[in-house]
């Protein structure tokens, strides 16, 4: 009986040309390039694919899936999408295919020029994380519907000295578009795919750790600006494509929820081990607060910040 009812009983995991994981017998076939939750044993195949799939919030997803297919089951599509992404280089491929990842990585290819199954829609929609609407308008851009506000985190970024680490974005109208910052060379990991938060580890402590004041500069700009959502699944990691090596830290990106009147506290070590850089973070927010429609709440989250570091 097939594993998967939509692909069949031999099947392979892929990334671009190199076989990682047989998904019908199990096995690992190259440890390098498995996604980093599978390497480090801290989540099988089947639940790892789940957290590549579109929420069901994401509209714009489940619109395309139900005008290509009719269904919003992701397992009923496999065979048709090979679960390609504007992410990461993962696909699925059938053991005896003759089919190589440069013939259809929606990298390469326009899926979303009105033609074929795919008419009006990218592949790669259906498989972009998170509970935003969402979709790929062409290789480079990702379109978030009705979320305009969120141009606010990325100014405040290039305004604090952090551009070099936030993805770049505009608006257009009531939408907003990022800049993608995958390509088929590297690709984006989140913390929750990567394996190196435990069950029991705060992942925004994990980041600290791992990438120091770039993790700590995101998380002081999401408590300027009342981002309370920042989660293991929009804090990312850049591995290199071909080898598995891990680059760094991934882009700041997802700024979905902001002037929320909530905030998240930064992780305790991060107030303990880079009190200065966070210091000069809200100086300089509050320099420039008045430049924003929202600039009092910057002002009082800067000083709220720093009393704590006193």
């Known amino acids: 009986m097939p594993v998967n009812p939509g692909l069949g009983d031999s099947f392979l995991l892929m990334c671009k040309d190199v076989a ?7 096995e690992v076939l190259n440890e390098d390039l498995l996604p980093g939750a599978m390497m480090r044993g801290t989540m099988g195949y089947d639940e790892w694919m789940k957290l590549r799939y579109s929420a069901g919030s994401n509209v714009s997803a489940r619109r395309l899936m139900l005008r290509a ?5 992701h397992n009923n599509v496999l065979k048709a999408t090979r679960a390609l992404s504007l992410s990461d280089c993962y696909w699925l491929k059938e053991r005896d295919e003759d089919v190589r990842f440069d013939d259809i990585t929606p990298y390469l290819h326009r899926e979303w020029d009105g033609s074929g199954t795919f008419a009006g829609g990218s592949i790669s929609t259906l498989f972009v994380n998170g509970n935003a609407d969402k979709r790929w308008i ?12 969120e141009i606010d985190a990325y100014t405040l ?55 120091k004041e770039q ?57 303990h081990e880079h009190s200065k850089y966070i210091k000069m973070l809200c100086d300089k927010a509050k320099s420039v607060a008045p430049e924003y429609e929202n600039g009092a709440i910057i002002t009082k989250r800067a000083d709220e910040l720093l009393h704590q570091l006193t």
């Open 69 to 73: 297919f009719g269904t919003d089951n």
């Open 138 to 149: 062409d290789a480079n851009t990702l379109m978030k519907v009705n979320s305009r506000k």
């Open 20 to 26: 990682v994981y047989d998904v019908s017998a199990s």
């Open 215 to 271: 993790a700590t500069a995101l998380f002081t700009v999401d408590y300027l600006i009342e981002s309370d959502d920042r989660h293991w699944g929009n804090v990312g990691l850049l591995r290199d494509a071909d080898t598995g090596e891990y680059l760094g830290m991934a882009p700041y990106y997802d700024f979905d929820w902001i002037w929320t009147d909530g905030v998240i506290p930064l992780p305790s070590s991060a107030i």
């Open 157 to 211: 970024c290039i305004a604090l000295g952090l551009e070099k680490y936030a993805a770049k974005a505009t608006v257009s109208g009531t939408d907003f578009f990022v800049t993608n910052f995958t390509s088929t060379t590297r690709f984006l990991e989140s913390l929750e795919q990567s394996g190196y938060v435990g069950e029991y580890d705060d992942a925004r402590s994990v980041a600290v750790a791992m990438f």
